[in-house]
């Protein structure tokens, strides 16, 4: 059984950071490479060699003199604190072009999450099946399920409404793809992807780099 040791509290830049490595070390174990020093963390994440050794030890973790940290333990201690482990069952809220291609996205898996169950508010939709799932009501969603988290991927019309459904259902975590900022009571963390900002400052950094 692989020895799990004591995390600190972790910040929420650590915390944000915390898939970036497991990415890279599933590369780094995929590739049959045991250890891996805080400088090559640091180079892959783009950060300072200090940050990855602060994040690290967090973590509670110590490096080996001349080798670095374990690439097994350090992936298995943040795939534990990001529930890889035991795997997240997921809600998915909006059948449409987005939500038809997050049913698609087999990324979910790799993180242990899993797209469990998919609603609308559609007439049209609900009773459907898309890519394999049953289209549910999402007026229907209660508190008899099994799922702590959501993706929102509705029109910022109804995106609260919808959040109110999911937080009287128990719904503890989403993740909003929603245009617009959702309210939600203090125990619920959510997390906004707004793709048009993501795509304005990216064109910022293109056209800052050609002129």
């Known amino acids: 059984m692989t020895h799990q040791p004591q995390a600190k509290k972790l910040s929420t830049r650590t915390l944000s950071r915390l898939p970036q490595y497991l990415h890279y070390l599933d590369a780094l174990r995929a590739a049959g490479i045991a250890y891996v020093t805080s400088a090559q963390l640091a180079k892959a994440l783009g950060c300072s060699d200090a940050l990855t050794r602060k994040d690290v030890a967090a973590l509670g973790h110590s490096g080996r003199a001349g080798l670095g940290y374990s690439v097994d333990a350090l992936r298995y201690t943040i795939a534990h604190i990001l529930g890889v482990t035991s795997g997240r069952r997921v809600l998915?809220?909006?059948?449409?072009?987005?939500?038809?291609?997050?049913?698609?996205?087999?990324?979910?898996?790799?993180?242990?999450?899993?797209?469990?169950?998919?609603?609308?508010?559609?007439?049209?939709?609900?009773?459907?099946?898309?890519?394999?799932?049953?289209?549910?009501?999402?007026?229907?969603?209660?508190t008899d399920h099994d799922m702590e988290l959501a993706i929102v991927a509705v029109p910022g019309s109804v995106a609260q409404e919808v959040a109110d459904i999911l937080v009287d259902a128990g719904i503890t975590g989403i993740l909003n793809f929603a245009p617009r900022r959702l309210q939600v009571p203090d125990h619920v963390k959510i997390q906004t992807v707004d793709l048009s900002a993501e795509l304005q400052i990216l064109a910022f950094h293109r056209d800052g780099a050609s002129g």
């Open 92 to 142: 998915l809220v909006g059948a449409g072009n987005l939500g038809a291609a997050l049913m698609s996205y087999e990324g979910f898996g790799d993180r242990g999450m899993h797209i469990t169950a998919v609603a609308d508010s559609d007439p049209a939709k609900i009773g459907t099946t898309i890519n394999g799932y049953t289209i549910v009501d999402i007026h229907d969603i209660g």
